[in-house]
């Protein structure tokens, strides 16, 4: 069973703040990983996603990836109220795409 | 459109009947996956087609549960006999294949109650 884990939160932070979200998974092949917000009632969006060991930044955002620890995580600096969303983790390995239960994150004015 | 389309976009139904769902996927988007959302809680792989290769079907939760596609086009997915349980909101997806995993660009959904 391939298994993507995310705590479910909800997260909540002030505004400005750096929000953490944290993700594993259980298949070590796996290729590419992926985050997507999700807003109440609304389908999924794509924020980044990232193939290499290392860091990825995208504006206030930056992936995180370990590969030899199968953690991929995902920091947003200077957190805004309009950043409260589900945020949904995703891992792809040889045409599977699969997603956790994604962490509830609340930026607080 | 240039999106993702889902139809119904609502649908209420009884204990027992069957149901049909509809995805017209981007135009060009090889890659076509459905996925299930119940209620505050996660995306639940189905099924994933991608070109004219057999789907993957390792998600689908039942012999209920089937789903087809016509070369790039179109995608239905069936439930039978449906229950309670099948309540939820079934989402789905298509992407460009470059050679691996593109970015996910889903429909608005179809939001299935079983009463």
């Known amino acids: 069973q391939k298994e993507v884990e995310q705590n479910s939160g909800p997260l909540s932070v002030p505004e400005g703040a750096i929000a953490s979200l944290n993700c594993t998974y259980s298949?070590?092949?796996?290729?590419?990983f992926f985050w997507y917000r999700q807003y109440s009632g609304k389908s999924p969006e794509l924020i980044m996603f990232?193939?290499?060991?290392g860091d990825k930044e995208d504006g206030r955002f930056t992936a995180q990836l370990n590969k030899a620890s199968q953690y991929v995580s995902l920091l947003i600096r200077d957190s805004q109220p309009s950043d409260s969303a589900t945020y949904l983790c995703?891992?792809?390995?040889?045409?599977?795409?699969?997603f956790g239960a994604g962490t509830r994150l609340t930026v607080k004015p | 459109g240039a999106g993702v389309s889902q139809s119904p976009s609502n649908k209420v139904t009884e204990k027992g009947k069957d149901v049909e769902l509809r995805c017209d996927p981007i135009?060009?988007?090889?890659?076509l996956y459905w996925y299930r959302q119940r209620l505050g809680q996660g995306l639940e792989f189905l099924i994933y087609?991608?070109?004219?290769?057999?789907?993957?079907k390792s998600g689908l939760p039942s012999d209920r549960f089937s789903a087809e596609r016509t070369g790039e086009s179109v995608s239905t997915l069936t439930i039978q006999r449906t229950q309670q349980e099948d309540s939820a909101v079934y989402l789905c997806?298509?992407?460009?294949?470059?050679?691996?995993?593109?970015?996910?660009?889903f429909g608005e959904g179809s939001r299935l109650t079983v009463l």
């Open positions: 298949d070590r092949g796996s290729q590419s």
């Open positions: 087609f991608q070109g004219n290769s057999a789907p993957d």
């Open positions: 995703a891992v792809y390995n040889n045409n599977d795409m699969r």
């Open positions: 135009s060009g988007h090889t890659a």
């Open positions: 990232i193939y290499s060991n």
């Open positions: 997806a298509s992407s460009r294949w470059t050679g691996g995993p593109g970015e996910l660009f």
